[in-house]
């Protein structure tokens, strides 16, 4: 796969974490919840060529992480509430916020690789 002259990265990037087409923006990048169409149905984009395979839920991790963690702290801190109520929070939050962002970021990550010519199963 060739670098796409025509493509701007940020558009790539933010076209992919709408979950459309980094490409053209057209139409939708996924199938299902993270199965990505085999090629976009508007421009033709190879996007189920690309493999973010870990990238995706680790940058995800790291995105929940710093929400999550800050909030449960300041809580703690603000009302000092008892173990139960973290219980009844937290998890939920936390599950939500990685279904939600999982394939945004991946879509984000889908739209890089794309703008950088990359398919995922480069070897060096």
Not at 29 to 56: F, H, M, N, Q
Not at 87 to 114: D, E, N, Q, Y
Request: hydrophobic share 40%.
């Amino acid at each position: 796969m060739e670098k796409l002259a025509r493509l701007d990265l940020r558009q790539a990037i933010t076209r992919g974490f709408s979950c459309r087409c980094p490409q053209c923006g057209n139409s939708n990048l996924y199938r299902r919840y993270l199965k990505t169409e085999t090629d976009c149905g508007s421009c033709g984009a190879p996007v189920g060529e690309i493999r973010t395979d870990d990238i995706a839920p680790y940058f995800t991790i790291m995105i929940v992480g710093h929400i999550v963690v800050p909030l449960l702290l300041g809580l703690e801190q603000a009302a000092s509430p008892r173990n139960w109520v973290h219980w009844v929070i937290w998890p939920p939050v936390t599950i939500a916020l990685t279904l939600w962002f999982l394939p945004r970021v991946k879509g984000s990550v889908l739209g890089w690789m794309l703008w950088l010519g990359m398919r995922g199963d480069e070897q060096h």
